[in-house]
Nanobody, 129 residues
Framework: QVQLVESGGGLVQPGGSLRLSCTASGETLDHYAIGWFRQAPGKEREAVSCISGKTTTTYYEDSAKGRFTVSRDKTKNTVYLQMNSLRPEDTAVYYC??????????????????????WGQGTQVTVSS
């Protein structure tokens, strides 16, 4: 079973930056849509961003636009989420997810992707002074 693995979380002050990484063992992520999601305590999981596996298109939720950047490094089989200007409300466990090519939908419905069947264990991001 392919497992996605997130890393890079931590404690950061408001206004600071973190870069999250998503990689996989036993699978090349190059051509798969990879979504970033987060879940804060007591709240439902919400989408943050998605990078297409078919094109270079990236997608962002309003909460992430202008502050977060998703990118892919094929040489490292890794997808990144660069997060700048972090706010306390960004505090959450961040997950990456994908369908690993099992569906035709790419990032089309990433805001609520029932077809994303592969998930990481999450990495905690805490924004606090």
């Amino acid at each position: 079973q392919v497992q996605l693995v997130e890393s890079g979380g931590g404690l950061v002050q408001p206004g600071g930056s973190l870069r999250l990484s998503c990689t996989a063992s036993g699978e090349t992520l190059d051509h798969y849509a990879i979504g970033w999601f987060r879940q804060a305590p007591g709240k439902e999981r919400e989408a943050v961003s998605c990078i297409s596996g078919k094109t270079t298109t990236t997608y962002y939720e309003d909460s992430a636009k202008g502050r977060f950047t998703v990118s892919r490094d094929k040489t490292k089989n890794t997808v990144y989420l660069q997060m700048n200007s972090l706010r306390p409300e960004d505090t959450a466990v961040y997950y990456c997810g994908s369908d690993l090519g099992k569906s035709p939908w790419d990032c089309d419905y990433y805001s609520d992707p029932p077809y994303f069947g592969f998930w990481g264990q999450g990495t905690q991001v805490t924004v606090s002074s």
